[in-house]
């Protein structure tokens, strides 16, 4: 019998990738999702298919999952900053009260646990590139707070389930990730640049673009979370593209990369905006063997066309 991978956040952008990942692996998925940022657009293609199954709940009011589940992967949050800023009570209930009952149903089932967290948990960091080790500079007061003690609350729960209850739990750190499927209106800083681009309006970039990144394409990071899931280890894993650049940098390479004319103008940084991220991806080198392979002129060109059918779509 064909194993089942339960995806809460399933219909959101990594979760839908991962929906497609464990369908061609040859699991069946239930796709768990309230819809709150996640698109049914993005399981489309998965509805006809006998393996692929979509609830629609918010995973931070309880529920019974029938069957024999075999994974348990928590990805549903808002994610980006415009969206916990939006929702900042049902980020902090889905990071505690969701997190406690996907825990419950892993615990239930005796299923594995993966728990997506996010490198906002180091928040504005003071070790530069962040290893799992390092506890992190978090305003836990501040409008980022939401999201970044949501994160935490559910890493140190997850931790608990471990231990005393022997959850098999994973965590991923993800570092900032970027491909098809991401919504135009998103917020951060790939999807406003080739949106801005694609119809040559100019291109907001917050302080003087000295702030760095580090960014993956989806693939990669779909890749590690898989090798994640299979792997016996049970402490949190940075995944994320080790190769830092300016947020100036990524959009003059976005302005050429879409033949844009678009010109840079500058607006005031956000509050606790983190001046610095890259992710110490020794651990994951060492345990699942991993490494991104995709560049981010290739994932770019991969995600341009995306962002432009979206946008024509919108205007039809």
């Excluded at 707070?145 to 739990?169: L, N, S």
């Excluded at 570092?175 to 951060?188: A, S």
């Excluded at 994951?284 to 002129?297: D, G, M, Q, Y």
């Amino acid at each position: 019998m064909k194993k089942t991978i339960l995806i809460t956040g399933g219909a959101g952008f990594i979760g839908s990738h991962l929906s497609a990942r464990f369908l061609k692996d040859g699991f069946k998925v239930i796709c768990l999702d309230n819809l709150i940022t996640g698109a049914i657009k993005n399981i489309e293609p998965f509805l006809k298919d006998k393996d692929f199954s979509f609830i629609k709940h918010d995973i931070s009011k309880p529920i019974s999952i029938g069957g024999k589940i075999f994974s348990v992967l928590h990805f549903a949050s808002p994610a980006s900053p415009v969206d916990y800023l939006n929702y900042p009570i049902q980020t902090l209930k889905v990071g505690s009260l969701g997190t406690h009952n996907a825990l419950g149903i892993a615990k239930s089932h005796k299923a594995k646990f993966l728990l997506a967290s996010t490198s906002e948990i180091y928040g504005d960091p003071k070790v530069h590139p962040q290893k799992e080790d390092y506890w992190g500079n978090v305003n836990c007061v501040g409008p980022r707070g939401v999201y970044d003690e949501a994160k935490r609350f559910a890493e140190a729960i997850t931790m608990a389930y471990y231990r005393t209850h022997k959850v098999d739990a994973k965590i991923v750190r993800i570092f900032n990730t970027y491909g098809p499927r991401m919504r135009v209106n998103d917020g951060r800083a790939i999807p406003n640049f080739i949106s801005q681009a694609l119809v040559n309006k100019p291109i907001t970039v917050y302080g003087r673009g000295s702030q760095t990144r580090s960014f993956c394409y989806v693939d990669d990071l779909v890749e590690g979370i898989v090798r994640l899931v299979n792997s016996k280890f049970n402490q949190p894993v940075n995944l994320g593209n080790p190769n830092e650049m300016s947020i100036l940098e990524l959009a003059r390479v976005i302005i050429k990369l879409s033949a844009s004319q678009s010109k840079i103008i500058y607006s005031d940084l956000p509050i606790d905006d983190p001046k610095q991220r890259k992710p110490d991806i020794a651990r994951a080198k060492k345990i699942l063997k991993w490494r991104p392979l995709v560049n981010l002129s290739d994932g770019l060109c991969n995600t341009i066309p995306w962002f432009k059918a979206q946008m024509r779509n919108r205007r039809v």
